[in-house]
């Protein structure tokens, strides 16, 4: 497959990053990293007003950009690039399932919202026991009259301690059922999670006997599995771009920090480190830019894309970040330099929709090894 980004590609990488600079630098990734939202709602709605980013792949008639995979790919490596704390993967993944799983009726009242950042949505998927598969979902919906009823524990839920709605996946007598939730009604309970990357939070959710209303019709297991790939798939395009990221600081130290009176960077230990680390965020990127032109395209298998792009960036995101801190010694370790910020969310995101061993696994399932 021939990967090819257009002008307007160029246009839209250079508009996120110049805003990303100006607006989400490192200060200001610290300050919303500590407060009790874990982002700026300030600055996620100036994000969507003024760059259009919450509403990026919503439909023009529900408000958003119109825009597709590839387009996500540029945004999601630059949100990367700046460890920008804004809630714009739950905002994607949500996005996604909307369109895959709800009717125009559903479409037209949750879209617009999202897209103008006036509301948070997420989708809650794991159930009690931490598994990220769609197959093993447990929890179970129950009809009551014209609605539906929720019980049980949903774990992981990415910004669920402040999403405005919620749309948990539940069991029903027809297969998998997605089910709106509005996070003050009766019986919702969050609970924001300790972690160790600061950066993106993740959220606990118990409902007992909470009133939901249904998306769509029939089973949406199919459309679930599409919009879920499409994130993982945003979700390794930011990998890269944080991996990318690494790289810059790593070698720009190597060229600064002097040691026997020479750039450290001159030595060949620290030359071979950082080639390697090179190989990887290349190959990274183009496992990631694979599984974006898959998805925008039609073409090819989406399910293989997206686990080979997430298998590999998983595991070399984390290598890369690792190896750059080496590369910084000491100073790496301290709490002044933003490298650890990156090992940490490099970390996060390393487990974050299933391990690369999980996805290899399914993935020689798919292709029948």
């Avoid at 982002?39 to 408000?63: C, Q, S, T, Y």
């Avoid at 617009?112 to 447990?138: E, F, I, Q």
């Avoid at 007598?173 to 924001?192: C, H, N, T, W």
């Amino acid at each position: 497959m021939e990967f090819t980004f257009g002008k307007e590609h160029e246009a839209l990488r250079n508009t996120v990053r110049s805003f990303l600079d100006a607006e989400s630098d490192e200060a200001a990734v610290r300050t919303a990293m500590a407060s009790e939202r874990g982002h700026d709602p300030g600055l996620w709605r100036r994000m969507a007003g003024e760059i259009g980013l919450a509403g990026l792949v919503v439909p023009e008639v529900h408000g958003g950009a119109g825009m597709g995979p590839v387009e996500a790919l540029v945004v999601f490596e630059e949100l990367g690039r700046s460890l920008a704390c804004v809630p714009a993967l739950s905002s994607y993944f949500a996005v996604n399932v909307v369109l895959e799983v709800g009717s125009e009726a559903d479409q037209a009242k949750l879209l617009p919202d999202l897209a103008s950042g006036r509301a948070l949505l997420t989708v809650a998927h794991v159930d009690a026991g931490g598994r990220w598969d769609l197959g093993v979902v447990s929890n179970e919906a129950r009809r009551e009259g014209e609605g539906s009823l929720l019980d049980g524990d949903w774990r992981y839920v990415l910004d669920g301690h402040v999403a405005d709605r919620i749309l948990a996946v539940a069991r029903t007598s027809d297969g998998l059922g997605v089910f709106q939730v509005e996070a003050d009604a009766p019986g919702v309970s969050r609970k924001a999670l300790p972690g160790l990357d600061l950066t993106r939070r993740l959220a606990d959710l118990r409902l007992d006997r909470v009133a939901a209303r249904r998306l769509g019709e029939g089973d949406a297991r199919a459309g679930l599995e599409r919009a879920w790939l499409r994130t993982i798939a945003a979700l390794a395009a930011e990998q890269t771009g944080a991996a990318g990221r690494c790289l810059e600081l790593a070698t720009a130290y190597a060229k600064s920090r002097y040691q026997f009176g020479r750039p450290i960077g001159s030595f060949q230990a620290i030359k071979h480190q950082c080639a390697d680390l090179l190989v990887k965020v290349e190959l990274m990127r183009s496992a990631a830019w694979n599984a974006a032109f898959v998805a925008a395209s039609g073409e090819g298998d989406l399910e293989v894309a997206v686990r080979m792009a997430r298998s590999y960036c998983a595991e070399a995101g984390f290598e890369v970040a690792a190896q750059a801190l080496q590369i910084h010694g000491g100073m790496g370790f301290t709490w002044e330099h933003p490298i650890h910020l990156y090992l940490k969310r490099a970390k996060s995101s390393e487990l974050l929709f299933g391990s690369a061993i999980q996805h290899r696994e399914r993935l020689a399932e798919r292709l029948a090894l």
